[in-house]
């Protein structure tokens, strides 16, 4: 480009510094929300991609065939992992992680640690994660080696040099020395693989159970394939697996599945997985989204573009005659489109980098860093100003340089009305974007507050979980609870295996006196005599479990409504008294003492699923859930302070109830912020493209409009009709936008196993929002038009 071409682009642009300005504007909020949402997206699309050799890291997961349905376990057992290696020839590495809870105790202080991981001596030969300090080939070989992340490292020894530090842990009840031979980077947020000390597997090898049956607890195992096996081949190699090595009682029933360490953060139908999830449909919605809001900002500057067109015809006329080539005129007018797009880009890129950490706090996303390197950024931005600048100036540029001299001069539109038409088209298509996205909105907005608002079927409110998992603090649970129910404010206290909600143990049910029931996985949880209490749940036939009945404990279960259909115990006053065998570690035959009624343990994803309590003398607890009443701030001051007045293993370490639920919303709650966002911009972009179409209209139609007036026609005659202009248009893109949003919300809707019903209320209120943002944008230019002197327009003609 050279210095006159800029400089007769610069003075075109100030000229129509109002049309251009709108246009800048849009295309600059459409870039930023683009950057912000690739931001998002790439998140998302690097997890666990920086590790060297991704593509052949594998990780193992366990299949059961049980009727209803197949089963789906992220865990395998512990002895599937060294028989793979053994006898299957597509394995080249294999690591186990198995993560644990419990004291860490360096000299005289205690520390209470929540992700101890136990890994295969093979962890570092897989995964890529930096080692600082250490030899990467052996520090894990010992037997009680651990391995501290570099935050743990500072909190534990500060400037001191940790390695060959000692510190204790127990496991199984026993006392154990573990020596730091290495310190390693923290893990990194595109992670799904979190730790903060890695052990030797090799230390929890007696507390596992022999045999492939054994997936509850089970562990994580990931395998690494040579260059030459692809996945299929793999799972095919595990087939023969399951022939040669699996028990034949168990052949029918279990197959293992290798699924590659990048999808993994992808798939949310497993059980017993870690918790970080995303959702792939969610994530190409948003990269679609963004696509079409910078596409619905280009197409916003060629309307506007081809509109003052008509104005400049003139000029360009004049030009040709003065000697100007078409070529000449090309370049002037992709100049203009060059400096306007630059400059747009470039300035949505420093709003961006202003913008990227507010905009994570407000949504509640940590990011230490970004996922995409200098040079991906700098070829980003150029591809853009490219891309923008050719898709957006090659039509008004070769609209103006196509124009008849003869037709300009003498004032003849002709050129211009053949291509009014796909101006209204692409009008369309930016207000059928925008009906799409009112929708979508409307329903998700609707959809997010049904889940916050239905019932769960049981008491959310004020209830505080504390963990417990240490294996020190188990025999001292009566105590700790007969002593916290002793401070004002707390109402009841429940010690169980899991909370009310979230992921449970399963164990296989029969009913022995009925042959025709087939026998069924459900949930179990392993719960005290003030479970049901605490959690206020509803008892719909027989009795709670009661401490003063001593055959209550590990001789009787409760079940729910799910569970009771499942062994054909129906009405559910029947089920009372019926025995039942339960076949898992431990096999027991006991009565149903009482049914509850259905809530939802999980999201609301999934559909409401048997469920079994159950109190066992033998279980772990991991949980106490704490039922406040009155000012829960001062009553967990008081829990506090009894806790460390009793000197625990463990920490303080609380979180509230309704906190874990709304958490299993986050990622349709991000969505929803980021439409909510986009709506707004395209609304507003929207809006601009009909004042730049109704901007041309009036300038084609001022002749027209000055007969009318001249005729007798009223100011809201004129503006009637202007109006009228835009009814096709307006009716296309609601209908284009409403079946295209109804699509994709079904589509998405779908996902959840209880959800509210679309009909046809979200199209009206989106329908009338558009109708209304159109009429309120060209209401001025159109009053403006119709209040125009007949005598100024027709004194040409």
Not at 72 to 82: L, Q
């Amino acid at each position: 480009m050279n210095l006159t071409l800029f400089k007769l682009a610069l003075r075109s642009i100030r000229r129509f510094k109002i049309p251009y300005l709108i246009s800048f504007t849009g295309l600059v909020l459409a870039t930023v929300l683009f950057f912000l949402i690739i931001r998002y997206v790439g998140f998302h699309l690097t997890m666990d991609g920086f590790h060297r050799n991704a593509d052949r890291i594998f990780r193992l997961n366990t299949l059961i065939e049980q009727p209803p349905q197949g089963l789906k376990y992220a865990a395998t057992a512990f002895a599937v992992g060294p028989d793979l290696v053994d006898d299957v020839p597509g394995i080249s590495e294999m690591v186990r992680m198995r993560s644990m809870s419990t004291p860490v105790t360096f000299g005289d202080v205690l520390f209470d640690e929540r992700n101890i991981t136990f890994v295969d001596s093979s962890f570092l030969k897989i995964f890529s994660f930096s080692l600082i300090r250490g030899d990467r080939s052996t520090c894990l070989r010992k037997e009680n080696a651990v391995i501290l992340t570099e935050e743990l490292a500072g909190r534990y020894f500060g400037n001191e040099d940790p390695l060959g530090a000692l510190l204790n842990i127990e496991l199984g009840g026993e006392e154990q020395i573990l020596e730091v031979t290495g310190i390693i980077q923290n893990p990194p947020e595109n992670s799904t693989i979190d730790f903060d000390l890695l052990a030797n597997m090799d230390m929890i090898a007696p507390l596992f159970r022999p045999g492939y049956a054994s997936i509850i607890p089970g562990m994580f195992t990931y395998l690494k394939s040579p260059p030459e096996v692809s996945s299929e081949a793999l799972n095919m190699q595990l087939q023969y697996f399951v022939k040669r090595k699996v028990p034949e009682d168990l052949q029918t029933v279990m197959s293992f599945q290798a699924i590659s360490l990048k999808d993994t953060y992808f798939l949310n139908d497993f059980q017993f997985d870690l918790n970080r999830k995303g959702n792939r449909k969610t994530i190409y919605t948003l990269m679609l989204l963004a696509l079409l809001t910078l596409l619905i900002a280009a197409i916003n500057y060629i309307n506007i573009s081809t509109a003052l067109g008509v104005k400049r015809a003139r000029q360009s006329a004049v030009k040709r005659v003065l000697g100007a080539s078409t070529y000449h005129l090309l370049k002037s007018n992709l100049a203009e489109t060059f400096i306007l797009i630059f400059s747009a880009v470039a300035a949505a890129t420093v709003f961006f980098y202003i913008a990227r950490k507010p905009v994570d706090q407000w949504m509640g996303v940590e990011r230490t860093g970004d996922w995409f390197s200098p040079v991906q950024v700098i070829a980003l931005v150029v591809s853009m100003v490219i891309i923008l600048s050719f898709l957006s100036g090659w039509y008004p540029a070769v609209v103006l340089t196509r124009i008849r001299l003869t037709d300009i001069l003498h004032k003849k539109n002709k050129f211009f009305n053949r291509h009014f038409d796909l101006k209204k088209l692409l009008l369309g298509f930016q207000f059928s974007i925008s009906i799409f996205f009112l929708l979508i909105t409307w329903v998700i907005y609707h959809q997010l507050s049904y889940i916050r608002s239905k019932d769960p079927g049981f008491n959310r409110e004020n209830i505080v979980l504390v963990q417990v998992g240490a294996p020190l603090l188990q025999d001292k649970i009566p105590a700790i609870k007969n002593t916290l129910k002793q401070i004002a404010g707390v109402q009841s206290i429940s010690a169980s295996l899991s909370p009310v909600y979230g992921e449970h143990t399963q164990a296989n049910f029969t009913v022995p006196s009925d042959s025709t029931v087939q026998g069924f996985l459900s949930n179990v949880n392993y719960v005290d005599a003030d479970f049901l209490e605490t959690y206020q749940t509803r008892l719909i036939a027989g009795r709670d479990f009661s401490s003063d009945r001593s055959t209550d404990v590990g001789h009787a279960f409760v079940v729910n409504e799910q569970a009771a259909h499942q062994m054909g115990l129906n009405p559910f006053v029947d089920a009372v008294g019926t025995e039942v065998q339960k076949i898992a570690g431990d096999t027991v035959t006991a009565p149903i003492i009482g049914v509850v009624a259905d809530y939802h343990s999980q999201s609301l994803h999934q559909k409401i699923s048997p469920l079994v309590w159950q109190i066992s003398p033998t279980a772990r607890v991991n949980i106490l859930a704490i039922r406040m009443n009155g000012d829960t701030e001062e009553t967990l001051g008081a829990l506090e302070k009894q806790w460390k007045d009793m000197e625990l293993a463990e920490t303080f370490d609380y979180y509230f109830l309704d906190e874990v639920m709304a958490n299993a919303y986050q990622s349709e709650s991000q969505m929803n912020l980021f439409i909510r966002i986009m709506t707004i911009l395209l609304l507003l972009i929207t809006a601009s493209g009909m004042y730049g179409m109704m901007l041309f209209m009036i300038e084609q139609k001022k002749a027209e409009i000055g007969i009318r007036k001249i005729i007798g026609a009223s100011v809201v005659q004129i503006q009637g009709h202007l109006y009228l202009q835009y009814a096709g248009i307006l009716a296309g893109g609601i209908f284009i936008g409403s079946v295209s949003g109804l699509y994709f919300l079904r589509q998405w809707l779908d996902g959840f196993a209880y959800r509210i019903s679309l009909g046809i209320v979200p199209v009206l209120v989106s329908g009338v929002v558009g109708i209304v943002l159109v009429f309120v944008t060209i209401y001025f230019l159109t009053r403006k038009a119709a209040l125009l002197n007949p005598v100024d327009v027709l004194k040409d003609e």
